[in-house]
Every structure is written in C-alpha cells, then in structure tokens.
C-alpha cells in the first residue's frame, strides 16, 4: 500500500479514537501510528486477518459509541431547567417527589397501576401562522416578499394577503405551515420591513382540547413527554397499554376527593367507569364517623388508609405535561393579539403591595 494510503488510514483510526472512543489524545496518536506503520511500512495487506480484525473492531466501537455511549451521555447530562407554572412563578423543573408522595410510587407499582395507565403525552405535529404588519413606507415591498413566499412555497396566492395587504394591521399570512415554511416567512417578511408575529401550535389527540386548533384533544396534558420529565422516576413507568386515560398530567386535572373516589369506586365518578376498584386501599369505619376523607358508597362509609393517602399524594404530584420546557414548549398564541405582556399583573400587583404598606 502507498505511504500515502496510509497515512489516510493512520489518521483515520487516531481520529476515531480521539473523537468517538474518547481515548487520551497520546493513546489516540499511537494508535494512528501503528495503523500507518502497519499498512505502509510492514505491507499488511488489505486481505489480511490483521486488517479484517481491526476493522471488525473498528465498526464495533463506532456503532458502540455512536448509539450506545452518545445515547446515554445525553440522558444522564439532562439537568434541572427553569420553567414556569401557569401563574408565571419561575421554578426548577423537574420537582422531586417529596415525602409520603414517594411512598405513594411505591404503591403504584406494587398496584400495577402501569398495566393500564401510561405516563407518555405525545404529539402529532407542530404548526405555526405567521401575521405581517406592513407600514406605508415598506407597503410595497412586503406585499412583493409576500407574493414571493407563496411562490417560493406554491402555496395558492388567494391568501387575500397578497393583494389586499391592510396598511398598519395585522394581516395573516399563512396559516397551519410547517418549521421550514413559516421561518421562510419570517425571513421574507423581515427582509422587507414587516413586523411579523409568529403562533405555534401543537397538535395531537394527547393535548389540550381546542375547537379549532385541536378539535380531537383528550386534554391529558398542554405538551409531550420527554426524557427529562422522568428525571426522578426509577424506573419510569411509560406504560405501553392504554386502558384507561394517561396519568402523566392527572395531578393537574382531578382533585384529591375525586382521587379517592375513583380508586374506592370509580363508578361514584362516572357511573359506566371500567376502572377496578381499590377497596383494599380503605377501611370500613362507623356511619359517624367524622373525618377530612370519609367516603360513603351504598350501605357502609370508608376512610382511606396510610397507603391510599401515599398513592394519591403521588398522582396528584404527577403534572409533568403541565410545565414549558425548552425542548418541549406549549402552544404559543399570536404575541400581538394579547391583551398585555405578561409581567404587566406582577408588576402591578408589586405596586399595589408597595402603595398599601406604605399607608
Ligand atoms: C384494569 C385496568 C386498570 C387498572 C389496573 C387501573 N386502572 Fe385506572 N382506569 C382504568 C380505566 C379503564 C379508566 C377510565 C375510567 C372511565 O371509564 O372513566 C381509569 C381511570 C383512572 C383515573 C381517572 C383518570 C381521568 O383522567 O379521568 C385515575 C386517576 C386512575 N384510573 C388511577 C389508577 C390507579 C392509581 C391505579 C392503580 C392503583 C389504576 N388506575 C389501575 C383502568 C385501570
């Protein structure tokens, strides 16, 4: 083989090494070394059983490192992200489960409430709209950059925004467009002159109900699941049978009352309910009782036990789908359709408390 080959071959072997197997970068260039010593100078032959070994070895390690090791570096780096709840309150996400909710985790698998129940929101698909705003000035050259996107796209230019761009309002210009499409949009428009105002929209049946964006939602959560939501869960339970609704965002949905009716005796709830009951979950106690969690069903009263308190404190903690995260945001509407920012309460209810403790 000619020196040059391999040294090719040499540098080929150090580079994998260094950069897929991680090795120290001394180790990486003896390696690379021997490759090139060894084709080039003492002729191994490409027929040989040195060169068919090594590179059964080499193939080895790539497809170790690339699916294997990269994989599960990714997933034990995930770290907490700052989110925030529905009120605006900044949080790090996700929470660890806090005393008896652990416990309840327990009863839950011991239950084999995963037999039944998954904890796995999931999505369809992204849209996104984009609105324009067009001054006077730059009129013309937003309705061309307008024209052109359709163009460009060969969406139909009846869009009414093509022609009869409004001066100073908003006007949608495309509605229901994929990633690549609506960031041509925004570069097209932005190029021009335009304000542009972008609304994502995701869609699935898992998500929030809304009669026109997501008219088949289940409302079992406002994004998907990812591998951080399971940060703390050992070992996640995904569940892969739905039989009854997902749980992942239960938490944020049903209340500890309806909870407990419902492992008690779903049928309370929801009279053709095909859920099981849990009775072994709640003792028998006197009609008089008095308590925070009596319940009564037909001729007898129940109270939870230690282990049906533990095991709703752990559904209502399950609100995972509940939160943004950067890899997996909720449905973002039109900024400039909003009636104020978003920091515009707090503000004012920081000023509110400042004017009262000053009196
Ligand atoms: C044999 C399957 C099965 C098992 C096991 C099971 N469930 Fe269910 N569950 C269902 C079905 C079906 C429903 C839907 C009930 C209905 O028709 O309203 C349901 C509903 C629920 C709901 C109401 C969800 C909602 O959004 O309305 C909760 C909460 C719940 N189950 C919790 C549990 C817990 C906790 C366990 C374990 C102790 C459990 N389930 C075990 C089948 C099951």
Request: hydrophobic share 45%; net charge neutral.
């Amino acid at each position: 083989m000619t020196i040059g080959l391999s040294f090719l071959l040499g540098l080929l072997a150090s580079s994998v090494s260094y950069f897929m197997l991680g090795l120290w970068w001394p180790v990486a260039v003896v390696v690379g070394l021997f490759a090139w010593l060894a084709f080039g100078l003492l002729d191994v032959k490409m027929d040989s059983t040195f060169t068919l070994l090594g590179g059964l070895l080499l193939i080895f390690c790539v497809s170790l490192s690339a699916m294997v090791f990269r994989a599960s570096d990714q997933l034990s780096g995930l770290q907490y992200v700052d989110t925030q709840a529905v009120d605006g309150t900044e949080f790090r996400y996700p929470v660890p489960l806090l005393g008896n909710a652990r416990y309840g985790e327990a009863i839950y698998k011991a239950n084999g409430c995963a037999a039944c129940h998954t904890q796995q929101v999931t999505h369809e698909s992204v849209v996104l709209d984009v609105k324009a705003l067009a001054g006077e000035k730059n009129h013309a050259a937003v309705q061309e950059a307008i024209s052109r996107f359709y163009k460009v796209t060969g969406r139909e230019a009846s869009g009414g925004a093509a022609l009869g761009l409004p001066v100073g309002e908003w006007e949608t210009v495309v509605n229901g467009a994929n990633a690549a499409d609506a960031s041509k949009a925004r570069n097209f428009l932005s190029i021009a002159g335009a304000s542009v105002d972008v609304q994502v929209r995701f869609r699935g049946e898992d998500l929030t109900q809304h009669d026109l964006q997501n008219p088949r939602g289940r409302g079992w959560g406002k994004r998907r699941s990812v591998a951080q939501d399971y940060l703390f869960a050992e070992p996640p339970m995904l569940g892969s049978v739905r039989i009854g609704p997902d749980l992942a965002n239960v938490g944020a949905r049903l209340s500890r009352e309806v909870l407990m009716r419902i492992l008690l005796n779903p049928k309370i709830v929801r009279k053709y309910s095909k859920m099981p009951q849990h009775r072994f979950l709640f003792e028998k106690v006197g009609e008089d009782e008095k308590g925070q969690h009596i319940i009564h069903d037909g001729e007898n009263t129940f109270k939870p036990t230690k282990n049906a308190e533990a095991l709703v404190d752990y559904l209502l903690s399950l609100k995972s789908a509940n939160y943004p995260l950067p890899e997996a945001p909720i449905n973002q509407p039109y900024t400039s359709s909003m009636p104020k920012p978003v920091s515009a309460p707090a503000e004012a209810a920081d000023a509110a408390k400042a004017g009262n403790s000053g009196k």
